[in-house]
């Protein structure tokens, strides 16, 4: 692995810690790539940015945040409704006398 990759996975693992996330399933590693994909992107922005206090920048950001936000709730809410159809697909199971 090449030491800047290192560093960025280094980095956006400090991150999550001082904002507080505890998580120890697979989301420990989306929130981190997702995170990872941000900084970098957002980094690659920033050189080519000639707004005033980099405000431009700062635009950049706030919508990869919110584009991240959205899919989230998207995945959580399709995740949500898996879950339901799975429950009563075995409700009506049992309803039938399946075991």
């Known amino acids: 692995m090449s030491p800047?990759?290192?560093?960025?996975a280094r980095l956006s693992d400090e991150i999550w810690f001082l904002a507080?996330?505890?998580s120890v399933d697979t989301s420990w590693y989306t929130k981190r790539a997702a995170l990872s994909a941000i900084y970098s992107s957002t980094e690659l922005f920033m050189t080519t940015d000639t707004s005033a206090n980099y405000r431009e920048t700062e635009f950049f950001l706030d919508r990869r945040?919110?584009?991240?936000?959205?899919?989230?709730?998207a995945v959580g809410s399709v995740g949500q409704w898996m879950?339901?159809?799975a429950a009563a697909a075995i409700n009506v199971l049992r309803s039938k006398g399946e075991r």
């Open 20 to 22: 507080g996330d505890t």
């Open 65 to 73: 945040l919110r584009e991240v936000q959205n899919i989230g709730k």
């Open 83 to 85: 879950g339901f159809t």
């Open 4 to 8: 800047s990759i290192a560093e960025l």
